[in-house]
């Protein structure tokens, strides 16, 4: 159970990390966008003005805007990715917990199995002493009981 919960604990952090990133890779996006609109309305003032700057500045102009753009999509996705290998990572360490908490349960259980086994042989083998001795240290009613406790 520790094992689980360290691994969702593992996996809670490792998500919270990737929330992060991804917050501050919005910012990023969100500056590269502003820094793109902001190119783009320069561009297109230039273009409507009459003392326009020369051909090659708008060129260079609208390739920083495309550089800009292409950046911008280029973080998104590697956004995205991050994002999924996080989720997917997370679901991993949580079925590995899972499984581990099975199999733990099941040797436990089979731990609980082997005493109730070794009970049962040593009452059983209390019964058979005390009605060979003739001389009960039990009434025949507690050893029922303690019987019924043992198996239950």
């Given at each position: 159970?520790?094992?689980?919960?360290?691994?969702?604990?593992?996996?809670?952090?490792?998500?919270?990390?990737?929330?992060?990133?991804?917050?501050?890779?919005?910012?990023?996006?969100?500056?590269?966008?502003?820094?793109?609109?902001?190119?783009?309305?320069?561009?297109?003032?230039?273009?409507?003005?009459?003392?326009?700057?020369?051909?090659?500045?708008?060129?260079?102009?609208?390739?920083?805007?495309a550089?800009?753009?292409?950046?911008?999509?280029?973080?998104?996705?590697?956004?995205?990715?991050?994002?999924?290998?996080?989720?997917?990572?997370?679901?991993?360490?949580?079925?590995?917990?899972?499984?581990?908490?099975r199999?733990?349960?099941?040797?436990?259980?089979?731990?609980?199995?082997?005493?109730?086994?070794?009970?049962?042989?040593?009452?059983?083998?209390?019964?058979?002493h005390?009605?060979?001795?003739?001389?009960?240290?039990?009434?025949?009613?507690?050893?029922?009981?303690?019987?019924?406790?043992?198996?239950?």
């Amino acid at each position: 159970v520790a094992d689980l919960e360290a691994a969702l604990e593992a996996a809670r952090a490792e998500r919270a990390d990737a929330a992060a990133r991804l917050e501050r890779q919005e910012r990023l996006s969100k500056l590269v966008a502003a820094e793109a609109a902001d190119a783009r309305a320069r561009l297109d003032t230039a273009e409507r003005a009459q003392n326009s700057p020369a051909d090659v500045a708008v060129a260079a102009l609208s390739a920083q805007i495309a550089d800009l753009e292409r950046r911008l999509h280029q973080r998104q996705n590697d956004i995205n990715l991050a994002v999924h290998d996080a989720k997917a990572a997370a679901r991993l360490d949580l079925a590995r917990a899972e499984a581990r908490h099975r199999d733990d349960l099941a040797a436990k259980d089979a731990q609980l199995q082997r005493f109730r086994f070794e009970l049962d042989k040593l009452l059983d083998a209390l019964r058979t002493h005390l009605s060979a001795a003739k001389a009960p240290l039990f009434a025949a009613d507690d050893l029922g009981l303690l019987h019924t406790r043992a198996t239950d």
